[in-house]
């Protein structure tokens, strides 16, 4: 959809239709233009990225049959009807069945321009939202690596091609990044997918824990070593085992791991029997380990042994035209996770997303998605309190007003849709459609059990 925005406007007069049409083109709207119902459906498909303005009154299909065939095509599209005095009953109940806005004849051009700019922004954001859903489920259908930016498609070829050769990987990126999603890909992907997925941030643990995790112990090797244990080498044999943070790892226990590397053997603690160990070994470091001054205690050879194949995960900040398919895609698992819905895309979390640096990177996005379905992200309206609306024409005060009204009978409900449907008397799309046009989150209102 264009700046401007794009309407289909329907009118068999052809007098009012270039009348009606000069007015929208000079707010700086695109107008496209047909002399009847049948001519206008020829031009719309499910993605029509505009809004419908059509008379009602027209021979052959009428604007209540248009507007019918046009839910039964995308009942997200919005139309906007134009009707004479005698047509008002029937606009009225188009209306509750899910018509955007109705307009009596005369009506002053700066209503009918507001009313399209208000419903090309809901249609701006049905398909925004349509898109990212989209993207987010086959996403989730390829895989875990989420992203369609170059950068990402580049690292999902570059995994597919070496998950199954078994060298050792090394991964360079932020904190957050995704380092552990891609040790997964490689696993998943490869031949020791049944095997076990070991996972171990090196940083997390004392030195006296850390080589009994890796390498394992017999009882009574150290006091308070009561019975035997397998070590984390040992029991991803036959799978992956994947160090995060490896920079971290004690010097002791990296000339240790230096052996597993090249012998693929492992000796726990408490006894001298060497165990041969079949596994690939992924590495993550947070700093580059090939630069001398960042590599500070870890061993040089460590990480040739470990450099074999190196891929460096890109900060969320290098890949920006991935973060709204990520939102998404968090939001929904959020929303699922907490029983709530997914908000719509309010200007103010568009510009957080767009203008935020991210230094969390993808973790720090996902938990902003979180909070946003929770209702609690910064810049998020108080769904309880009346949106402001600028005093002056009749309609932004009716706009308040119905807002108003819907608030307070969500807040008398609890927010139970069947209950403020029935006390509002209209349809459950047309409820809905206004959550959405007012800006409402209807789950804002329900009430705990403690409070019923």
Same mark, same amino acid.
């Given at each position: 959809?264009?700046?401007?925005?794009?309407?289909?406007?329907?009118?068999?007069?052809?007098?009012?239709?270039?009348?009606?049409?000069?007015? %929208?083109?000079?707010?700086?709207?695109?107008?496209?233009?047909?002399?009847? /119902?049948?001519?206008?459906?020829?031009?719309?498909?499910?993605?029509?990225?505009?809004?419908?303005?059509?008379?009602?009154?027209?021979?052959?299909?009428?604007?209540?049959?248009?507007?019918?065939?046009?839910?039964?095509?995308?009942?997200? %599209?919005?139309?906007?009807?134009?009707?004479?005095?005698?047509?008002?009953?029937?606009?009225?109940?188009?209306?509750? $069945?899910? /018509?955007?806005?109705?307009?009596?004849?005369? +009506?002053?051009?700066?209503?009918?321009?507001?009313?399209?700019?208000?419903?090309?922004?809901?249609?701006?954001?049905?398909?925004? !939202?349509?898109?990212?859903?989209?993207?987010?489920?086959?996403?989730?259908?390829?895989?875990?690596?989420?992203?369609?930016?170059?950068?990402?498609?580049?690292?999902?070829?570059?995994?597919?091609?070496?998950?199954?050769?078994?060298?050792?990987?090394?991964?360079?990126?932020?904190?957050?990044?995704?380092?552990?999603?891609?040790?997964?890909?490689?696993?998943?992907?490869?031949?020791?997918?049944?095997?076990? +997925?070991?996972?171990?941030?090196?940083?997390?643990?004392?030195?006296?824990?850390?080589?009994?995790?890796?390498?394992?112990?017999?009882?009574?090797?150290?006091?308070?070593?009561?019975?035997?244990?397998?070590?984390?080498?040992?029991?991803?044999?036959?799978?992956?085992?994947?160090?995060?943070?490896?920079?971290?790892?004690?010097?002791?226990?990296?000339?240790?791991?230096?052996?597993?590397?090249?012998?693929?053997?492992?000796?726990?603690?408490?006894? !001298?029997?060497?165990?041969?160990?079949?596994?690939?070994?992924?590495?993550?470091?947070?700093?580059?380990?090939?630069?001398?001054?960042?590599?500070?205690?870890?061993?040089?050879?460590?990480?040739?042994?470990? !450099?074999?194949?190196?891929?460096?995960?890109?900060?969320?900040?290098?890949?920006?035209?991935?973060?709204?398919?990520?939102?998404?895609?968090?939001?929904?698992?959020?929303?699922?996770?907490?029983?709530?819905?997914?908000?719509? %895309?309010?200007?103010?979390?568009?510009?957080?997303? $767009?203008?935020?640096?991210?230094?969390? !990177?993808?973790?720090?996005?996902?938990? +902003?998605?979180?909070?946003?379905?929770?209702?609690?992200?910064?810049?998020?309206?108080?769904?309880? $309190?009346?949106?402001?609306?600028?005093?002056?024409?009749?309609?932004?005060?009716?706009?308040?007003?119905?807002?108003?009204?819907?608030?307070?009978?969500?807040?008398?409900?609890?927010?139970?849709?069947?209950?403020?449907?029935?006390?509002?008397?209209?349809?459950?799309?047309?409820?809905?459609?206004?959550?959405?046009?007012?800006?409402?989150?209807?789950?804002? +209102?329900?009430?705990?059990?403690?409070?019923?």
């Amino acid at each position: 959809m264009s700046e401007t925005g794009r309407v289909l406007l329907v009118d068999d007069d052809r007098d009012l239709l270039k009348a009606t049409r000069q007015t %929208l083109e000079l707010a700086g709207l695109t107008v496209m233009t047909a002399g009847s /119902a049948l001519d206008a459906l020829g031009q719309l498909d499910r993605d029509f990225a505009a809004v419908v303005v059509s008379d009602i009154r027209m021979p052959q299909v009428d604007g209540l049959e248009l507007f019918a065939r046009i839910r039964a095509l995308d009942a997200d %599209l919005p139309v906007i009807l134009m009707t004479g005095h005698g047509d008002i009953p029937m606009a009225v109940k188009a209306i509750q $069945d899910g /018509a955007y806005d109705f307009l009596p004849k005369p +009506f002053a051009g700066d209503r009918l321009v507001q009313s399209v700019r208000r419903a090309l922004e809901k249609r701006r954001l049905i398909l925004e !939202n349509r898109s990212l859903r989209q993207a987010a489920e086959e996403a989730q259908g390829a895989g875990l690596m989420i992203g369609q930016t170059p950068v990402m498609e580049r690292l999902r070829t570059t995994i597919r091609q070496i998950a199954d050769t078994d060298v050792d990987v090394l991964m360079l990126g932020e904190t957050g990044s995704g380092k552990e999603v891609v040790a997964t890909l490689l696993h998943r992907w490869s031949r020791r997918a049944r095997g076990h +997925f070991v996972a171990l941030n090196c940083g997390a643990l004392p030195e006296q824990v850390i080589e009994s995790e890796l390498f394992g112990h017999e009882a009574g090797a150290f006091t308070g070593a009561q019975k035997k244990r397998i070590g984390r080498i040992e029991h991803a044999s036959g799978g992956t085992l994947f160090l995060d943070e490896i920079e971290s790892m004690p010097p002791a226990t990296q000339i240790h791991m230096l052996r597993v590397l090249e012998m693929r053997e492992v000796t726990p603690l408490g006894t !001298n029997e060497v165990r041969p160990v079949d596994l690939r070994v992924v590495a993550a470091a947070k700093v580059d380990l090939g630069d001398p001054h960042a590599r500070g205690a870890f061993r040089e050879d460590l990480y040739y042994r470990l !450099n074999v194949v190196t891929l460096v995960i890109p900060p969320l900040r290098e890949r920006r035209d991935d973060i709204p398919l990520l939102y998404r895609t968090f939001a929904d698992r959020a929303a699922r996770r907490f029983g709530r819905e997914v908000p719509p %895309l309010s200007d103010a979390v568009r510009r957080h997303l $767009d203008s935020h640096d991210w230094p969390g !990177n993808v973790r720090e996005l996902a938990h +902003f998605a979180e909070r946003t379905v929770l209702g609690l992200a910064p810049g998020q309206a108080r769904e309880t $309190d009346p949106d402001p609306v600028p005093p002056g024409s009749l309609p932004e005060r009716l706009e308040k007003v119905e807002a108003d009204i819907i608030r307070a009978t969500l807040k008398e409900t609890g927010g139970d849709v069947r209950r403020t449907i029935e006390a509002l008397g209209i349809p459950r799309k047309t409820f809905y459609d206004k959550l959405q046009r007012h800006r409402i989150v209807r789950t804002a +209102f329900q009430r705990s059990a403690s409070e019923e």
